[in-house]
Each structure stands twice: as C-alpha cells, then as structure tokens.
C-alpha cells in the first residue's frame, strides 16, 4: 500500500466545535484529495491540492477548508462543525492529474459530531 | 446532484454466479477508473478505461468502456467469496474525478 497516514482514525466531538484532520504521505505526490463517503453517496470530493499552496475545491466543499504547506502533508478543517459532517473521511494521493494515474487511498477517518 | 449514477445498489448472488455493475455518466467522461473496497477498508484501485469502446480484462474481471464515453461495465464470471465487497466507477471531467454510488456485493457459499 501507498505510504499514507491519516490521523485521527476516529474522532467524537460536538456540534460547533473546529475539528482538524490530517492525511501524510511518504510517496511525494503532488495530487491530494479529500473524500467524504456516506451511504448511498459514494465518495465525494471535497478539495483537493496540485502542489504547495496550491488548493482547489471539489463538488462538496461548503463548510470545509483545507492547507498544504508541505508537500507531505494535506490538513481538512471543519471550522464549526455540524451533525450534516458526520461521515468517513478518505485522503487519497496521486502522481499527478494527468487522468492516468490511480489514486490510492488512505484508511479513513471515522468521525462523528453529536 | 449525482454526477455518475451506479446500479444496481446492492448484489446477491451465489457462488460461481457472474456479476455486472453499470455506471452512466449524463456527460462525456475523459477517463474512467474503477475501484474495489472491501468491508471496513478503503478504496483500492483495479483498473483505468482511456479510449472509447476499451475493454479490459484481468482474470476473471472484465471492464468496458462505452463508445460514447458515457458509461463503463464491470463484469466478474464466476464469483467467488473473495470477490465480496463494494464496486466503485470513478469518471474524470476536467480536474475531478466523480465517483458512482457503488455496487455492493454479496456472494453467498
């Protein structure tokens, strides 16, 4: 598997509370992703990074946001987090955006907003 | 709305049976990937379609890609116990890959 960390694996928190999730990578890639996965969704994107600063949004990027100040590391940020985020969030990697290079995916990350 | 649209949402089938999962895209896709994830753990890549009409094969699993690049098959012959899990079809569109809703696969001894 891909070097991918995400931390954490799991997080409970409470509604309106900021939560910070981070994904690491050892591979060097310049593309990162962030996904939610929720049933009957699939995985959706919410942003996403081509290089060092260099951020864009995906298809669900409301009430999210996102920093790359190295290229290893790709942090989420629920400013105030709301039940509607509780969900399993991916990062995922890939050598570029080219359209043919895979994308290989972290463990997720388990969090619940009561 | 649901830029890639996947069915059937869920499979049973017994062993030795064949599967198929659809994906249809209401816009022309650059490329399309698909992905297997099995209960608990994350997705993990199969396979890329690039040119229109492609169809590829690994083992028992063959993959197509439409005419139109607007929709892509996933066929299993004889499953096995090993093939359980959920299918995912992931269309590209510009920057963006847009995932289908997945096909879940039961396979049943």
């Known amino acids: 598997d891909a070097g991918i960390t995400q931390s954490p694996r799991h997080k409970v928190t409470e509604t309106g509370t900021p939560v910070t999730l981070r994904c690491h990578q050892t591979e060097n890639h310049r593309y990162m992703y962030w996904y939610r996965q929720d049933p009957g969704h699939g995985l959706r994107l919410i942003h996403y990074?081509?290089?060092?600063?260099?951020?864009d949004k995906g298809e669900v990027s409301d009430g999210y946001s996102v920093s790359r100040s190295k290229t290893e590391d790709f942090l989420l940020t629920l400013e105030s987090a709301t039940s509607s985020q509780t969900s399993v969030y991916f990062c995922?990697?890939?050598?570029?955006?080219?359209?043919?290079?895979?994308?290989?995916f972290g463990d997720g990350t388990r969090l619940s907003i009561l | 709305g649901q830029q890639v649209m996947q069915i059937p949402q869920y499979q049973h089938v017994q062993e030795g049976e064949d599967f198929t999962t659809y994906c249809n895209s209401s816009t022309t896709l650059s490329n399309i990937q698909w992905y297997k994830q099995r209960p608990g753990g994350h997705p993990v890549f199969l396979i890329q379609l690039v040119k229109s009409g492609e169809v590829k094969k690994q083992k028992r699993l063959t993959f197509q890609f439409g005419e139109a690049k607007k929709n892509s098959s996933l066929h299993i012959t004889a499953t096995q116990t090993t093939d359980v899990g959920t299918y995912f079809c992931a269309g590209r569109r510009g920057n963006q890959f847009y995932f289908g809703t997945g096909t879940s696969l039961t396979v049943i001894p």
């Open positions: 990074s081509y290089g060092v600063k260099d951020t």
């Open positions: 995922a990697i890939s050598e570029s955006s080219a359209g043919n290079q895979p994308q290989h």
